[in-house]
């Protein structure tokens, strides 16, 4: 069978292929130390876990539940903007839960792009902002991000382009993989910048509560919800990256238009999924207070592991990575091969997030403090 055009441009996702290798190596006896991937190893909210539990012996448990996502788990996000960002949402007509906000990628794409419309995309992003702008036909237009701009979209730069089709431009604050923040200020220059050029942003926004003292919203700049849409997550801030929870945040009409994709695609969220994700929404701030703790410590030890590989880490990260310059004499593929074969030590070449990411790499936080020291004797 002859595979679809749209796959021709289109590679199979890189820890898709990478994570064969290291298995493999695991396979034949290897002690691999994972330090690639942000798939938290801790615990989701033991209140959590009860309220899924719970929510299971429920009488409509298992049957198909609202495409919009039930009215509690709605008002339970609507609450979180409240408290943490202080956006006032509207539960009802600018909330719409998502099985993940990786899906929400393609569905925002699916809802306003047409073959040929144009999408600004960051160099370095998260791939699938590109792979999916493919397979729906649109063209990436990349706009660079570099450690002399803090890894902040230059506006005056873009202002100099055609910007006639482009249609979105997507953001990520606080970015991964470099662990830079946007300010307030950011926020209101890129709405502005929309609403001049008729472009929706959308701020993919899962790190907030990572390492990060000040969580903000695209959606308290003033005006935001004309021009805006932010996704969010519960897969990192609360420990539960397999429940494939999210949302995705905005005005109404623009929310409707993305409801017509994801009505088609799927028949409503698991009820007890929604439950705990709920539960997880109201808990207070002392859940990642603590969190935090944890990842303080597990950030030092990488940063001590990072300085023992002649890597120059970036200033003022926030979120579950480390992002660092590998040494001058290599690339980020060739010194994470090196760290494979000589260390069984695995992390994330910074190529794999365009070429504005070459020459650095991301340690993960997602593994324990041990495993982290063992990594770190290994080097000595």
């Not at 615990?43 to 876990?49: A, F, G, T, Y």
């Not at 919009?68 to 539960?91: C, M, N, P, Q, W």
């Not at 590109?130 to 991000?145: C, H, I, N, R």
Request: proline fraction near 6%.
């Amino acid at each position: 069978m002859i595979q679809a055009e749209r796959l021709n441009e289109v590679k199979e996702y890189y820890f898709s292929s990478k994570l064969r290798e290291v298995r493999a190596l695991e396979a034949s006896g290897k002690p691999i130390i994972n330090l690639g991937i942000g798939s938290p190893d801790l615990p989701p909210p033991v209140e959590v876990i009860e309220g899924l539990n719970d929510a299971l012996a429920k009488t409509a448990a298992h049957q198909y539940q609202p495409y919009k996502g039930t009215s509690d788990f709605r008002s339970a996000i609507k609450e979180f903007y409240s408290t943490h960002y202080s956006v006032s949402l509207d539960a009802e007509k600018e909330i719409l839960p998502l099985m993940g906000s990786k899906e929400g990628i393609l569905h925002i794409s699916m809802a306003f792009l047409n073959e040929g419309d144009q999408v600004l995309i960051p160099n370095p992003g998260y791939p699938t902002y590109s792979s999916v702008t493919k397979l729906v036909g649109a063209e990436p237009v990349f706009y660079d991000l570099n450690e002399k701009g803090n890894w902040l979209p230059d506006l005056e730069s873009l202002e100099k382009l055609d910007l006639s089709k482009v249609k979105v431009m997507w953001v990520n604050y606080p970015h991964m993989p470099t662990g830079a923040s946007a300010t307030k200020k950011v926020f209101q220059d890129l709405v502005a910048f929309a609403k001049k050029h008729h472009i929706l942003i959308v701020n993919d926004n899962p790190y907030s509560f990572i390492l990060n003292d000040h969580p903000i919203s695209i959606l308290e700049a003033e005006g935001a919800k004309e021009v805006a849409l932010e996704l969010n997550s519960l897969s990192k801030s609360f420990n539960m990256a397999g429940w494939r929870i999210g949302m995705v945040c905005g005005n109404e009409d623009n929310l409707n238009s993305v409801l017509k994709v994801k009505s088609n695609m799927d028949s409503g969220m698991f009820f007890p999924l929604q439950a705990g994700a709920a539960i997880a929404l109201r808990l207070p701030k002392e859940w990642f207070n603590e969190l935090n703790v944890i990842y303080r410590t597990r950030k030092e030890l990488v940063l001590e592991l990072a300085s023992k590989l002649n890597c120059i880490p970036e200033k003022d990260q926030t979120g579950m990575f480390v992002w660092a310059k590998v040494p001058l004499d290599t690339t980020s593929e060739l010194f994470v091969d090196h760290l494979l074969h000589t260390y069984d030590l695995f992390a994330t070449p910074g190529f794999i997030f365009g070429d504005q990411g070459e020459g650095y790499i991301r340690f993960s936080l997602c593994t324990t403090e041990e495993k982290i020291k063992e990594a770190i004797n290994r080097i000595k």
